[in-house]
């Protein structure tokens, strides 16, 4: 059995991508979709269509067991994802991401005037409104440590 929260949740989604077809005056949106990364080498069928990207930098000074010292810059990353395992029950759309590659992403086309059209699509975003089902969160850590020759270290927080 699924346990849910009855609470809907909502998430603004910045990074959409749109195409107006001027001859059908349809402003074709697109919501890309990020492959979760492979959780202890098992690749996931997640797929991800909200994250926030947070870094924080601080310094130290590092020595090694050969009495080396080197000041070291430090870097926290964090990343918040809201993922979602049924992209079968959404429509979904193959879409050009750049020259050479390609992305799974939701569409959703809108009827629009050019004007209507020009003036929506640099404030151009999406709302996902949902529930969230258990486990409810999953995290991952994993760091680069500094050596004297590479001063920068890295800790990676994926929630």
């Known amino acids: 059995m699924v346990r849910e929260l009855d609470e809907r949740r909502g998430f603004v989604i910045h990074d959409v991508r749109s195409v107006y077809d001027a001859d ?58 809201v993922a979602f395992g049924n992209t079968s029950s959404f429509p979904t759309a193959t879409v050009k991401d750049g020259e050479y590659f390609s992305r799974l992403a939701i569409p959703a086309p809108v009827s629009l005037g050019p004007d209507a059209a020009k003036q929506m699509k640099p404030e151009l975003s999406a709302l996902a409104v949902c529930r969230l089902t258990a486990p409810f969160t999953m995290s991952d850590y994993y760091s680069d440590v500094a050596t004297v020759s590479r001063p920068y270290a890295s800790q990676n927080r994926d929630n």
Not at 35 to 58: D, H, I, L, N, Y
């Open 24 to 81: 059908n005056q349809i402003l074709q949106v697109h919501i890309p979709l990020h492959g979760m990364p492979a959780r202890a080498g098992v690749t996931s069928s997640f797929q991800s269509m909200w994250s926030k990207f947070e870094s924080r930098e601080s310094s130290y000074i590092g020595t090694n067991a050969y009495g080396a010292v080197a000041q070291v810059k430090n870097t926290l990353y964090t990343v918040h994802l």
